[in-house]
């Protein structure tokens, strides 16, 4: 069966600290990875991608993919309020259907 | 700007009315829309698939005649809630994969359907 683990959290941070949030997967044909940011009652909006093993920065926002461990990450550096909402890790087996994580949810402190 | 764009975004309904959910994808063709459905504090979860011109493929557990989905176009699929009952009350989200079906192709959301069945 084709998995996607993330810690259900909350996950709370001080403004301006970095937030970690992990992800693992267990499908190793998965190719491409997808992080998604969910504020409450809201749909998912896409942040960032990744497909090759190694680290992809988007201005505050890194994603980190080891193939090897079955293991993406995405690091928020500076983090800001606004960036408390639910984080969704998705994994795509074999260019297939999505597969999504149970998501994490951040809480940044002011 | 928003690449799928998704009406209504809430409908409050009588049991057992039916509700049906417009998906369509802007400025670009869409053979494949994906229905998902997130219940409070809860996940994702993937209803069917909707194929133009095609039936639509259900997940299992999902019942084809409750959930009528109709891909009429390559830029408008539908979801059509039959008989609703207070338990279909649920946020209902449709998706797309913009550039194409390839694996790095990214999955962009409507705005959702905030659905209550009273």
Redesign the interface.
């Known amino acids: 069966q084709k998995e996607v683990e993330q810690n259900s959290g909350p996950l709370s941070v001080p403004e301006g600290a970095i937030a970690s949030l992990n992800c693992t997967y267990s499908d190793r044909v998965s190719q491409s990875f997808f992080w998604y940011r969910q504020y409450s009652g809201k749909s998912p909006e896409l942040i960032m991608s990744i497909y090759s093993n190694g680290d992809k920065e988007d201005g505050r926002f890194t994603a980190q993919l080891n193939k090897a461990s079955q293991y993406v990450s995405l690091l928020i550096r500076d983090s800001q309020p606004s960036d408390s909402a639910t984080y969704l890790c998705a994994a795509v087996p074999g260019g297939q259907n999505f597969v999504f994580g149970p998501g994490t949810r951040l809480s940044v402190l002011p | 700007g928003a690449v799928v764009s998704?009406h209504p975004s809430w409908v409050i309904c009588k049991s057992g009315t039916s509700v049906k959910i417009e998906c369509r994808s802007l400025d670009f063709q869409a053979t494949t829309m994906?229905w998902y459905r997130q219940f409070p504090k809860?996940?994702?979860m993937?209803m069917a698939?909707s194929n133009e011109g095609s039936k639509a493929t259900y997940e299992q557990g999902v019942e084809k005649d409750k959930f009528l989905i109709n891909h009429a176009s390559l830029t408008l699929s539908t979801l059509t809630v039959t008989s609703a009952h207070p338990e279909d009350s649920s946020?209902y989200?449709c998706s797309a994969r913009v550039g194409g079906?390839?694996?790095?192709s990214?999955?962009?959301?409507?705005?959702?359907t905030?659905l209550t069945v009273t």
């Open positions: 998704q994906f809860q996940s994702l993937l698939t946020f989200i079906s390839g694996a790095n990214p999955l962009h959301f409507g705005n959702g905030r």
